[in-house]
């Protein structure tokens, strides 16, 4: 029929849904037969985890909010009520409280492997920028929602990281009284945050789904970081990743679970179990654990204006990342030097943390100006060591290094499924 | 595999590590003793000792009530460290809260109901602060959760904490000293003695016994989940692994025919 998609469905009611809206088929392209590299390691199951943990933190903050009064007065009130009367209002708050913290730990994971497989390289640029967007509206997200239970740190968190703004020239006192609703802290700033904690995940929802559609324009990379080259080297989605996915998956709700159920309050502190008072401040500022690097970035530079340029520019400097690396090399198993690189990255960025959780005093100020010097070092030091490094030799193939030499086996990748490698890469 | 293992272990450990407490505490102030509660025990599985925190639930009643609120908590939750319905009537009953206005409009008060929260034993916070020198009781609803040190840190302010002060420290009048209270000068009097209740099931009421169970009580008040929340942890984490094994197994199945 004219205008209509051709839908290979059998079944008669999908394929006449499938030939008006051809969801079905699309479903069965980006998810079915989606040519996918066969050496994934565990390490690319987490972006499907982190979109796991954007649902369910959702689900659970839809039926939070049926409970939740944002009002100054109300708002401490209202959350002991979930926690005490709502049915199974405790696992409500705790699934949504821990899921910030899961959803970091998921997402800076999914972070380190990208730039340790160089996923942010040519032609990925885009799908690594809409992933840096994607960490700052969680950082957002995150921070508003602290703000929501109204404790001590919730109130002082707020006040702290919106008078950042302050620091901007000219119209940034401007800017902290439109984020405040007010001249302080208050019932429009609670206001506001709710109605914007409650607005931004969905907007993460819609970059996620950019996010993904340029993965599968440009298809994934791979632990050896070397361009898929011909069918030999794929499995189809389904079932491989789809099997590896769900192992991932059920490793990820275990350990969730194990910390709502048994440590729900580990990532939490004591003093936001004491009403918001804007009279006494508390003895220590400090923001979530995820967000402890940025903060010892913040303190560690003397001027304010300069703080904050660079914890802005600590996380902003991610977009020229993938201008920043000259190496034509991918993956950190073939760059002895970056490689060496990312994991003191990862040591500097503990140290910034412990740092950022400690009071700026006596040896915290050095080694937090250290770790500072070294984050940025890191950044400022890649266009030179892709021009230096010697990466040492590519493998030919992805199919290539796993095929051990066999009595009588070609040089196929093993038995595939019949119709498994059928469909080339490109795209609709 | 491992690497992967690895790093989501390091990312773990970087957010307790650095989300752990990090309040130094003073260098004249003792360290907290440790002390074993019941809901730490069996890998921190446990459950809440309910004769103890029925005991801390006495001396709540008949001691800190007197001062400190508790507005989070309502009699009927007392169902959760195992009173009966009757029990938790009787012990309501005692208690007088804010009632409906009468008919001329006047305020009238009214035995509490299970339904009712603790009631308050000061009308308003300036009530509390011209009974107490000038300082506000806390709520102790989330108290226990609200301190560093949790069940530790009540039992040793309360049950070892007020000593006499070292030579040379003046203690401010009014005031008293306590070893574990930071800063050393508390406005609560020594709340607890020996014998400052009668326990109903012939326990013997020493300060620490009944510093140990008012913490109990305490934790239960700011945890009050603590048990239901184990339970089902225990099943659901049993389902996963569970899961995880035979989801495994289908990977491994599914993958057998790949050279990978």
Known sequence: ?428 | MKGCVIVMAGALALGAGVAAPHVARAADEPALPHMKWSWQKNFGLGTIDRASAQRGFQVYNEVCSACHSMKYMAYRNLEGIGLTEAQIKAVAATKTVPGAPDDEGKPTTRPALPSDHFADPFPNDNAARAANNGALPPDQSLLLSAREGHADYIYALVGKGYVDAPAGVKVPDGLYYNTYFPGHFIHMPPPLADGSVTYADGTKASVAQEAHDVATFLYFASYPENDQRKHLGVRVAGFLVLLTGVTYAVKRRVWSGIDH
């Open chain 1, 1 to 428: 029929m004219a205008g209509l998609h051709t839908s290979d469905f059998k079944n008669p009611v999908v394929r006449w849904i499938d030939s008006r809206l051809p969801l079905f088929t699309l479903m069965s392209k980006e998810y079915g037969q989606f040519p996918t590299p066969k050496n994934f390691n565990y390490f690319w199951n987490f972006g499907a985890l982190a979109t796991i943990n954007l649902l369910i933190m959702i689900a659970t903050g839809v039926f939070l909010a049926m409970n939740y009064t944002p009002t100054a007065t109300g708002a401490f009130d209202s959350v002991q009520r979930i926690m005490r009367d709502v049915n199974y209002g405790w696992l409500l708050r705790l699934v949504h409280m821990n899921g910030a913290s899961m959803f970091f730990i998921l997402i800076y994971v999914h972070i380190f492997r990208g730039m340790y497989y160089g996923s942010y390289k040519a032609p990925r640029e885009l799908l690594w920028m809409t992933g840096v967007a994607l960490l700052l509206l969680l950082m957002a997200t995150a921070f508003m929602g602290y703000v929501l239970p109204w404790g001590q740190m919730s109130y002082w968190g707020a006040t702290v990281i919106t008078n950042l703004f302050g620091a901007i020239p000219l119209v940034g006192q401007w800017i902290v009284t439109l984020l405040w609703g007010g001249f302080a802290v208050g019932d429009p700033t609670l206001n506001r945050f709710f109605s914007l904690h409650y607005l931004l995940p969905f907007i993460i929802f819609g970059v996620v789904f950019l996010h993904v559609v340029a993965l599968h324009i440009t298809g994934s990379n791979n632990p050896l970081g070397i361009e898929v080259k011909s069918e030999q080297d794929t499995v189809p989605f389904h079932p491989y990743y789809t099997a590896k996915d769900s192992v991932g998956m059920c490793v990820y709700f275990l350990v969730f679970a194990l910390i709502v159920f048994l440590r729900p309050y580990i990532f939490s502190e004591v003093d936001n179990n004491i009403p918001a008072n804007v009279l006494q401040t508390p003895n220590e500022i400090v923001p979530e654990w995820y967000l402890l690097p940025y903060y010892a970035i913040l303190r560690s530079v003397p001027d304010k204006l300069a703080g904050v340029c660079c914890m802005f520019g600590s996380i902003l400097v991610l977009f020229v990342l993938p201008w920043l690396d000259t190496s034509p090399v991918r993956s950190a198993r073939f760059r002895p030097i970056y490689r060496i690189m990312m994991f003191a990255l990862v040591a500097d960025m503990v140290l910034l943390g412990h740092v950022g959780a400690n009071r700026p005093e006596g040896l915290f100020i050095l080694e937090g100006r250290i770790g500072t010097v070294l984050y940025f070092a890191f950044y400022a030091a890649l266009p030179f060591v892709g021009w230096l490094e010697r990466p040492l030799p590519l493998p030919e193939s992805i199919s290539r290094p796993v095929l051990p030499p066999r009595s009588g086996g070609g040089g196929g990748g093993g038995p595939l499924p019949a119709g498994v490698a059928a469909k080339p890469m490109e795209k609709a």
